[in-house]
C-alpha cells in the first residue's frame, strides 16, 4: 500500500477505536455530557457508537486486506465476495435511498441489559430451545432431558482444543447471542426470533459434540444422540399437540366483510395479519406497537369511518363489536 494510504487507514482505525471506547463508557455509565475544548458532546447513545466505529474500521480494514490478497494473488477473489456483498445488501441499499436513511437503532445500556437478563433466561432461552411455545407457555417436556444439549456443547467446545473442525459455528452462536443481548433487540419474550441465526450454529455445535462423544466412546455418542433426538422428538409432538387453527382470524374477516368494512385500526399483532390474509382487499393498520408500513396507516386515517377492533373480540359479529365508528 502506499504510505500515504496507510496513514489514513491508521487514522481512520484510531478514530474507529475512539468510537468503541466512548460506546462502551455509554453503555457502562447509561450516558453522559463531556464537553472537550469547549464543545459540548453527548455520549449516551452505545449502539449508535458502536455502529459508527464498525463502520469506520471497516473502511480502515478492507483496504489493507485488499493489498494483502493482491500480494498474494487473491484480488479475484475479493472481487467475487465484493460483488457478493453489494448484491446481498442492494435491498438495504436501496431502501436506506428511498426512505432517506436508516431505520431507528436499538438502545440499552449495562442497566437494561441486566434487568433483561432475568426475562431471557426465563422465557427467551426456553422458547429457543424448544421447551417453551412462542406463547411462553410450558411445552411440559421433561427439563432434565436438556442436561443432553448441555453435554453435547461441552464436548464440541472441548474438541476444538484439537481444532478437527472449524470453529466457526461456535463464534457465531456466541457472538449472536453476544449481539442480542448488548444490542437493545431484547423488547418482550417475542424477541427470541431475533436469536433464530443461533439456532442453526447450535444444531452445527450439537452435532460436532456428538461426533466428538462418538469418538472417545460410542456407547456415549450413542446415548448423547439419542437422548438429543429423544428431547426434540417430544418437543415436537407437544408443540403439535399444542397447536391450534386460526379460526379466530377467519371469524375477523368474515365480519368485517359483512359490515362492510375496507379500513380499519387493531392491535399490532393482528393487524398486518388481516391485511395480509385478504390480500390487502382490506387493509388493517395498527393503532399500538410499531408501525411497520406507514402507507397502511395513512390509506386507514385517510377513511374517517375506519373502525377501532377490540382485542377482545369473539367469534360473533355484531356491530357493537366495534369501538368507535
Known amino acids: 500500500m502506499p504510505g500515504w494510504l496507510r496513514g489514513l487507514t491508521g487514522f481512520v482505525a484510531v478514530v474507529a477505536l475512539l468510537y468503541v471506547g466512548l460506546g462502551a463508557l455509554a453503555f457502562v455509565t447509561g450516558g453522559f455530557d463531556a464537553a472537550p475544548f469547549g464543545t459540548l458532546i453527548g455520549v449516551h447513545h ?58 431507528p437503532i436499538a438502545r440499552t445500556d449495562l442497566h437494561g441489559v441486566t434487568a433483561a437478563l432475568s426475562p431471557i433466561a426465563r422465557d427467551v432461552i426456553p422458547i429457543v430451545i424448544g421447551f417453551r411455545s412462542p406463547s ?67 444444531s452445527v455445535v450439537l452435532a460436532a459434540g456428538v461426533w466428538a462423544a462418538f469418538v472417545r466412546s460410542r456407547v456415549a455418542g450413542t446415548v448423547l444422540l439419542a437422548s438429543i433426538l429423544l428431547l426434540f422428538g417430544l418437543e415436537q409432538r407437544a408443540w403439535f399437540r399444542q397447536l391450534e387453527p386460526d379460526d379466530r382470524s377467519a371469524a375477523m374477516i368474515r365480519c368485517l366483510d359483512r359490515a362492510n368494512v375496507r379500513t380499519a385500526f387493531a392491535d399490532y399483532w393482528v393487524s398486518y395479519k388481516l391485511t395480509f390474509l385478504t390480500n390487502e382487499r382490506i387493509v388493517v393498520a395498527p393503532y399500538n406497537g410499531v408501525d411497520r408500513y406507514p402507507l397502511y396507516t395513512a390509506q386507514v386515517r385517510a377513511q374517517p369511518e375506519s373502525p377501532k377492533i377490540p382485542d377482545t373480540m369473539g367469534l360473533s359479529c355484531t356491530q357493537d363489536i366495534f369501538l368507535s365508528r
Open 136 to 202: 411462553t407457555s410450558w411445552l411440559g417436556v421433561p427439563v432434565w432431558l436438556g442436561l443432553g444439549l448441555v453435554a453435547a456443547v461441552i464436548c464440541s467446545f472441548v474438541a476444538l482444543r484439537q481444532r478437527p473442525f472449524t470453529p466457526l459455528f461456535h463464534y457465531l452462536l456466541l457472538t449472536a447471542s453476544l449481539l442480542f443481548l448488548v444490542s437493545g433487540a431484547f423488547i418482550d419474550a417475542q424477541s427470541y426470533r431475533y436469536l433464530m441465526p443461533a439456532t442453526g450454529a447450535l
Open 46 to 103: 452505545a449502539q449508535k457508537l458502536w455502529n459508527i466505529g464498525a463502520a469506520l474500521l471497516c473502511l480502515a480494514v478492507v483496504p489493507r486486506i485488499y493489498a494483502i490478497a493482491r500480494r498474494h494473488g487473491a484480488a479475484p477473489l475479493m472481487h467475487a465476495g465484493a460483488i457478493g456483498f453489494a448484491a446481498g445488501y442492494a435491498p438495504a441499499i436501496v431502501a436506506y435511498a428511498v426512505h432517506g436513511g436508516s431505520p
